[in-house]
Each structure stands twice: as structure tokens, then as C-alpha cells.
């Protein structure tokens, strides 16, 4: 490679410097044996009118015949070194044709910049001869990778060639990675003032073999995969897992389609699926489907490659595990209500009755600790039950029954239920909404909960005498609700955390007025499930407002959804 | 003065709904904790209201419904479900099922009777 390199850079380098010299040479001999001549031959001429001895006239005869003899040779070598020569120079431009056909090739000179690049250089990396020769050749460097110019430009300093791969930014942007040679030109006191680099595009062999490793760790991917042509539905492509599932070998799976898929799925369903897809609407689908008892969750993207038609990419996750899992811990959650609530009932309905007289009249310091187990056990309920119904919600196996209805009521209903609790505190509740109906689609039990909340934290930190505000605002189609009341405040530093779960803003009188600090964590998750958003605002020794928002309906839109339902 | 049947396998439940409903002097109870001896002296208790617990040894809440419906005198009487699942689609599939209400666990002992009343009163 590098004798080859040698060549090519002394065709490139080419400047007749051996022609000239050999030629030097065959016209020095020429001149002297021309010179020799000029002054023998009139000599010999002259030599029959001078006395001069007869050996004389042999000395020059020898002379003449020995310069001419010398010319004669000269102009034989000169005309043999002269064909050599072209020999060699045709040997080294059919080399560099070759090369250039092959390779990238560019020169720098002693200033460091690019002096040539070949034909190969320009198609290659997209530039123009006039744009890039005059640049320093980092500039071709992608941005990740000009630290390794540097390092090059270091072995080249030190005399060494370097060899090695570079990975290039074409002119619009694309990346070309080469395998590259760079030589060193060294003058006569060592010092580098030039460089030749010859550069082979490997772009594709790389592409080529991350492509072979791709479809390899895809063939033994653990997860199902499979490729199907969306016309026949046939498969085109299957891995090892797919065909472990389905029971194909290599040999029969390019005969079979997704109607031949051992379903325990309707096959109905799946074909309504890949449906979508066809429509040219969705270019991916995810869907469930049931394959020789097991639960697989499916997404199947669409995918056009660069050559041929488009391609239905299948993905299929096993989810029996998980699903198993998930109906485990949905079982655990209902135990664990079924088992922490049916002692409860017995706890508190124990104490109830005890304090309600139907076991006879407890003394006062009786009830008074009567009083403190009854208020702990209502508040171990009221911990269990929103610890569950946060899990329901993060399981999704929260119900919500969307129906459109008037906020007003809802809000009207919340303010009664929690009158008797606000009273408890000697606060007064106000409400301010419109006249006109304020139409939304919403739980109405689960909007309940939420109002609930909000209205009894602000009835536990308010202080007494002063009021409670609910108001309403609307634009029709985002309706407003906040719940303001006057009381202590939080710290700047705990509303960031306000809603998370078990936070409460930190205070033995605050942890005194009871609540599970989770509460507001059911807040947000209800809320949100109703497509809206909550938020905080609170100035301590002011007061707080919580806020948040559902987005308005109409009658007619509950409607549509219910013919829609029905269609 | 109305007669309940009352099954519950919790003893301690079985014994805070009796002290409750008779407290408020309008209910005679009767009570079992097993379901099976509940559906073979059920038809001799005659009662005017059923009250039974959802999760039991042998038996769910429902399909003791179902057996006790089978009784002629009890195929129409009110059916309550006392129960701590009550989930609106659980309650929904109750009520589809012939229950009348459902009452949820804990329940306030205070309140039991006149709930239990106004749901028969109510029919």
C-alpha cells in the first residue's frame, strides 16, 4: 500500500525532475562531445597546411571519432531513458486512473490546507473543488470526531504515516466514514510541507454490517417480531421467537399470513386492527390479542423502506406474567380493604355504640377516651380508604362514570355535607357561582370527593369567626372553581410538595387537626382524570386558595356520546 | 317493627349490628354466621328484610342471595349487601343481581337502622 502511495504521490508530485536530469546529463555529453568536434574538426582540416607530425593527425582522427562515437552514444541513451521515462509515467497515471476510480484522495500543502482533492473527493463528499480547496482539512471533520485531525496531524509531525478511520461531514449534512492513509511529506530538514490523503468510503460496509447485527440481535430478540406484507398479509419476516411461538420453521413461515396464526383471539379483532393502518391514517396500532393461552400486547408500526413496498413491523410483548401480576395485586388491594375495613366496622361501631349510650351511660373520663379511640378510628378509615382508592386510581381501577351535568349542584351538595364539619370549627361557608347552569362532564361522586376535600382542609386550618369562600367562574368552556379561606397559610417551601402523597405542611398544629396527607394527592389524581389541572396559591397568616378546573359541556355533546356508544 | 335476617361470618360485626338495630326499637333480629345454616332456617325466620355480608366462607354474598331467592317467601323481600367492595361498578353489578341497596363497611352503627328502614320504607 504504502510503495503503491509512494508512486501515486510522485506521479501526483510529478515535475520531470528525473526527465530534466537525465536529459541534463545526455546534453552535457553531447556539448562536450559537440564541443570536441567543432574544434577537431577544423583542426583535421587545417592539419595538411601545418607541419605537424603524423601522429597528430592520428590524435585528432581518434578524437573525432571517439566525440562522435560519445554523441552517437548520448543521443541512443537520452532517446532509451527518454521511452523508460514515459513507460514509467504512463505505469503511474494508469495507477492513479485506478486510484482515483477508488479513492478519495486530497493533498494538503505546507500551509496546511487543501491544495487538490481528485474527482472521487468531490463526488464523495458533496463539495465543489472551489469550496473546499483552500480549507484546512478539519473542516471535513465531523464535530465528534476533530479530535482525532489532531491526533494525525501529530504522527505526521513526527515523521509517521497514519492510518486509520475517519468520520467525515458531507456538504449536506450526511455522515461518510472512510478508511483513510495519510502520508507524510517531509522536507530535506524534516519538516512536514505536506500531506497526502487517500481515503476509502466505507459508509455502506458499515451500514451493511450494523444492518447484518440489527436483523441478527432482532432474529434472537426474546420477544416475538415479525414483518408482513400489508397487501397479502403474508409473512416476510419472522425471528426465532416468532417462530417458536407459532410453531413455523424457516421453511413454511413465508407461506402462512395472520389468518393462519393460531388465534385464541377473534381473528376479526386483529384484522380490524391492522385495518387502521391500512386506511393510512395511523401508521402504528397497539392493540391485545390472546395466542395459545398467552396474553401478548401487540404494536405493529408501518413502515416504508427505501427500496420496495411498505411493511407492517409487529412487535409482541408476552404480558401473561404481568397481567397475572397486575390481578394479584388488584386481589391484594381488594383483600386488604375487605380485611383493614371489616375490624374497623367492628372498632368503630363498638365505640359508636358505646358512646351513644346503648351500653349504658360512660362516666366522663370514659367518654373522653371513648371519644379519642372513636376520632382515631374514624381517621384510620379515612387512611385506608384513600390509601386504596390512590391505588385504584394509579391501577386505572378507579371507576369514573363521566355524565354531563350542572357543577352547581354538585358544589351545592358539597357545601351541605360538610356544614356540620364547619360548624365543628364556627366557619361560615359562601358560595358564589352563576345563575346560569354550569354544564360539565364529570363524575359527580368523584367531583364530590374532590369539593369535599378542599372545603374541609380549608374548614381545618381557618380560624374561627372567619369564612370560606367557593366560587365558580366560567367562560363556557373552561369552568373555574376555587375554594379560598382565610386561615394560617403554608410555608413557601411546602406548597412545591403540597401534592404529593403524606405531605402535609410540617407543624404539630397542623398534624393536630387530623387528615391523612393524602388527600390533596386524591385531589390532583381526580382532577386530572377529568382532563384537568389544580393548583395552590397560599401567603402565610393570610390564607389559601386551591384552584381547579373542568372543561365545559353541553347536554347535546352527552348525547353524541351516547349514540355514539350505541352505533 | 320489622324482622331482619342478618348473615355475617364476623362475630364481632354479628354482635355490633344486633346491639344497633335493636337500639333503635324497630327491628326484631335474626342472625347467622354461617351462609348454609342461614338458607336452612330462612324460610322458618320469615322476614321482612334481608341484610347479608358479601365475602363468606363457602358461600359469596350473592350466591346466598340467589339460594335464599329460591325460597318463595323470600323472593321478593328487600335485599341489602353490607360490604367494603363498593367500587360504582361493584355496586352497580349488586343491584343488577336483585340486591336493593349496599351499604358500605364500616358502617356508622348510629345511622344503621333508620338507613335500613327508609330503604324498605322506600319499596
Avoid at chain 1, 382532563?531 to 353541553?554: I, K, M
Amino acid at each position: 500500500m504504502f510503495q503503491t502511495l509512494r508512486n501515486i504521490a510522485r506521479s501526483i508530485y510529478w515535475d520531470g525532475a528525473v526527465e530534466q536530469k537525465n536529459l541534463a546529463k545526455a546534453v552535457k555529453v553531447i556539448w562536450v562531445s559537440s564541443a570536441s568536434l567543432i574544434v577537431s574538426v577544423p583542426a583535421l582540416l587545417t592539419l595538411p597546411y601545418l607541419d605537424v607530425s603524423p601522429l597528430f593527425n592520428i590524435g585528432f582522427g581518434v578524437l573525432i571519432t571517439m566525440s562522435t562515437a560519445m554523441m552517437l552514444r548520448s543521443l541512443q541513451l537520452l532517446a532509451r531513458n527518454r521511452a523508460g521515462e514515459q513507460q514509467t509515467r504512463l505505469t503511474l497515471q494508469q495507477e492513479v486512473a485506478a486510484l482515483n476510480q477508488h479513492a478519495i484522495v486530497s493533498l494538503t500543502d505546507q500551509t496546511g490546507h487543501i491544495c487538490f482533492v481528485n474527482q472521487k473527493f468531490i463526488e464523495a463528499t458533496g463539495y465543489a473543488a472551489e469550496e473546499i480547496i483552500g480549507k484546512h482539512p478539519s473542516y471535513l471533520y465531523a464535530d465528534e470526531t476533530k479530535q482525532d485531525f489532531a491526533k494525525i496531524i501529530t504522527t505526521l509531525k513526527n515523521g509517521g504515516n497514519w492510518e486509520g478511520e475517519t468520520v467525515l461531514r458531507r456538504r449536506d449534512g450526511r455522515i461518510i466514514i472512510t478508511q483513510t492513509t495519510v502520508l507524510a511529506h517531509l522536507n530535506a530538514a524534516k519538516e512536514l510541507i505536506g500531506t497526502v490523503a487517500v481515503r476509502t468510503d466505507i459508509t455502506q460496509v458499515r451500514l451493511a454490517s450494523a444492518e447484518r447485527d440489527t436483523v441478527a440481535s432482532l432474529h434472537n430478540l426474546s420477544d416475538p417480531i415479525a414483518m408482513i406484507d400489508p397487501d397479502t398479509l403474508n409473512f416476510i419476516y419472522m425471528n426465532e421467537a416468532a417462530l417458536s411461538l407459532t410453531g413455523w420453521t424457516q421453511e413454511t413461515f413465508m407461506f402462512k399470513s395472520v389468518s393462519n396464526l393460531p388465534f385464541d383471539t377473534d381473528p376479526r379483532d386483529v384484522r380490524k386492527e391492522l385495518r387502521t393502518l391500512f386506511s393510512g391514517k395511523e401508521h402504528a396500532a397497539h392493540f391485545s390479542l390472546r395466542l395459545k393461552g398467552r396474553d401478548f400486547s401487540v404494536d405493529i408500526q408501518k413502515i416504508v423502506p427505501e427500496f420496495g413496498g411498505p411493511r407492517l413491523f409487529v412487535i409482541m410483548r408476552d404480558v401473561t406474567d404481568a397481567l397475572e401480576l397486575e390481578r394479584v395485586k388488584h386481589d391484594f388491594i381488594a383483600n386488604v380493604s375487605h380485611e383493614l375495613r371489616t375490624p374497623l366496622t367492628a372498632i368503630k361501631g363498638a365505640l359508636g355504640l358505646v358512646l351513644s349510650g346503648a351500653a349504658g351511660e360512660p362516666s366522663p373520663k370514659a367518654r373522653s377516651l371513648l371519644d379519642i379511640a372513636h376520632r382515631n378510628a374514624d381517621r384510620l378509615v379515612l387512611i385506608v380508604n384513600d390509601i386504596l382508592d390512590l391505588e385504584k386510581i394509579a391501577a386505572g381501577k378507579m371507576d369514573f362514570s363521566m355524565v354531563v351535568g350542572d357543577l352547581r349542584e354538585t358544589i351545592t351538595e358539597s357545601v351541605q355535607s360538610v356544614q356540620a364539619y364547619a360548624d365543628q370549627f364556627g366557619v361560615t361557608i359562601e358560595v358564589e357561582q352563576p345563575d346560569e347552569p354550569v354544564m360539565a362532564r364529570f363524575d359527580g361522586g368523584r367531583i364530590l370527593q374532590v369539593l369535599t376535600n378542599l372545603i374541609s382542609n380549608a374548614c381545618k386550618f381557618s380560624m374561627p369567626g372567619s369564612s370560606i369562600k367557593v366560587q365558580v367562574t366560567t367562560d363556557g368552556a373552561q369552568h373555574l372553581v376555587a375554594v379560598r379561606d382565610q386561615g394560617m397559610g403554608i410555608p413557601a417551601t411546602a406548597i412545591e410538595t403540597i401534592f404529593d402523597r403524606f405531605s402535609q405542611a410540617g407543624g404539630k398544629d397542623r398534624r393536630a387537626k387530623g387528615g391523612t396527607g393524602l388527600g390533596l394527592s386524591i385531589v390532583k389524581a381526580i382532577v386530572e382524570k377529568h382532563g384537568g389541572q389544580v393548583s395552590l396559591e397560599s401567603t402565610e397568616g393570610v390564607g389559601t386558595t386551591v384552584t381547579f378546573n373542568l372543561r365545559g359541556a353541553s347536554y347535546r355533546f352527552q348525547e353524541m356520546l351516547d349514540a355514539a356508544k350505541t352505533a | 317493627m320489622y324482622k331482619i335476617l342478618h348473615v355475617e361470618d364476623d362475630l364481632d360485626i354479628v354482635e355490633i349490628a344486633k346491639l344497633a338495630l335493636e337500639f333503635s326499637g324497630d327491628f326484631e333480629v335474626v342472625q347467622f354466621s354461617l351462609p348454609h345454616e342461614a338458607i336452612r332456617h330462612a324460610a322458618g325466620v320469615n322476614p321482612d328484610v334481608l341484610l347479608l355480608d358479601m365475602m363468606m366462607p363457602g358461600l359469596s354474598g350473592e350466591q346466598l342471595l340467589a339460594k335464599l331467592r329460591e325460597i318463595p317467601s323470600l323472593s321478593k323481600i328487600p335485599a341489602i349487601f353490607m360490604t367494603a367492595r363498593t367500587q360504582p361498578h361493584e355496586v352497580a353489578a349488586l343491584l343488577a343481581n336483585g340486591a336493593s341497596a349496599v351499604i358500605e363497611k364500616p358502617f356508622d352503627p348510629m345511622t344503621l337502622a333508620d338507613r335500613i328502614k327508609a330503604i324498605i320504607e322506600s319499596r
